[in-house]
């Protein structure tokens, strides 16, 4: 008879010799339809390697995702040219091994190096691909999808203070997949979000060609644009558009709490936010906080973080004529430049030099679990008043409003598959954060769940909105190869409205196969 202990080690090693043989295979394949001459032992790391762990955690920003329950994948590859990731393609469908790609690491739910719906899986992890090539003279950069939102800035700035690009706030996000979703920023009012500043992508489709724009053809071109990362193929470089940025700009922070009348002002600012001079992009960040008056109470805390395309002067006199009632003072306005600001907006300390940029790393690390809303109707101040009562509950809850309005309005909705645009008054992003050894995880998705049904009446409806980059497996998941348009299309019509049906079809022509799946991908029709 077979002790359990022996059956354990018996098992084990079953499944460290499979890894081995599909590593091995892998490897094998890579170098047929790949550089033969490559050391591919040495970009694939194994749980077995003593780097796995390092490498599988260094872009996760969700720890939630990392927890020894979760699986893991059999090897990440990190290929370093655009050709390694053709053949890892190639190599993939030829095994049989499901793939999943990370580019900086930042999905909500961890789609990128996690599978939760089938095994064995293997990450291709781009870290190696973040070459830019920043062209002022044609205003135009070529940027790989490994990059960092915080290094393409920061290759911007190297060759001109006078301009940049409309992403992300957060500078540790991967551009290949932060734009797939949208990737909006504090410009977002001024020139739109990243995918309407986009003129070109290399691409690696379901048979392994790279494709660029002309040869995809301009359905995939829409589809890649807002259609989220992970459906059509591995995103391997983006070309931008730069946009000009005036060389003073002004940042400023004021905060309310409820004592300070936070409940009218921002009930005011759903009202301005919106119409504001495109210039200025004022976001609320929300939290409870300890009372001034009383330390051993919470208030909520409003933080009014904005950036201003333009001098402080100038500044004042928009808020004075549109939003005199946050009460913004000269003292309040910092002049920087663009590149500064960035990093202000990012939560950097003020001495932070913009090199930091390059070194890619993310300064939010935390177990969490997130969801978003769009808003077409001011909150009334009883609405506002309920949701301080739930925010008071919880240990470590975070809310941030994002104003649209300004650019974002004259998109039409179908313009990119992001359809968030015209009517849209502002975004909502909730978090409920946690800590390591916190045993009560399933308590703070219980409660943020809970928050989001009461919010249900004040937000946006049939459908309900959802932003894709915030990704949320709550609203529904694909089940292993047998992913239905019936099922899909109850977050696929949260998170892209209308255009949902044209990236089915889009996804039907070019991977039928459904090569590039995960929880939340675009199905393809049954053939």
Known sequence: ???????????????????????????????????????????????????????????????????????????????????????????????????????????????????????????????????????????????????????VYYRIYEKSSVHGFPAGLCTSLGIGGHITGGAYGAMMRKYGLGVDNVLDAKIVDANGRILDREAMGEDLFWAIRGGGGGSFGILLWWKIKLVSVPPTVTVFTVTKTLEQGATKILHKWQEVAPYIDENLFIRVIIQPSSDARNKTQRTIATSYNALFLGGARTLLQVMKTSFPELGLTIKDCLETSWIKSVLYIAGFPSDTPPEVLLKGKSTFKNFFKAK?????????????????????????????????????????????????????????QYLSLWQEGDKNAAKHIDWIRKLYNYMGPYVSSLPREAYVNYRDLDLGINTKNSTSYIQASAWGYRYYKNNFDRLVKIKTKVDPENVFRHEQSIPPLPL
């Open 1 to 151: 008879m077979v002790s359990p202990i022996s059956l354990i080690v018996l098992l084990l090693s079953v499944s460290l010799a499979d890894s081995a043989s599909v590593q091995e295979s892998f490897v094998q394949c890579l170098n047929l339809n790949s550089d033969k001459t490559f050391p591919f032992y040495s970009s694939i790391y194994t749980a077995s390697n003593p780097s796995f762990t390092s490498i599988l955690d260094s872009s996760a920003q969700n720890l939630r995702l990392l927890v020894p329950s979760v699986p893991k994948p059999e090897f990440i590859f990190t290929p370093s040219r655009d050709s390694h990731v053709q053949a890892a393609v190639i190599c993939s469908k030829k095994l049989g091994i499901h793939i999943r790609v990370r580019s900086g690491g930042h999905d909500y739910e961890g789609i990128s190096y996690v599978s939760e719906i089938e095994s064995p899986f293997i990450v291709v992890d781009l870290v190696k691909l973040r070459g830019i090539d920043v062209d002022v003279k044609s205003n135009t950069a070529w940027v790989q999808a490994g990059a960092t939102t915080g290094e």
């Open 372 to 428: 978003s809303d769009f808003v077409r109707e001011p909150i009334p101040e009883t609405g506002l008043e309920g949701l301080w009562q739930r925010l008071l509950v919880e240990d470590s809850p975070l809310m941030i409003w994002n104003p649209y309005g300004g650019r974002m309005s004259q998109f039409s909705e179908s313009e990119t598959p992001f359809p968030h645009r015209n009517g849209t008054l502002y975004k909502i």
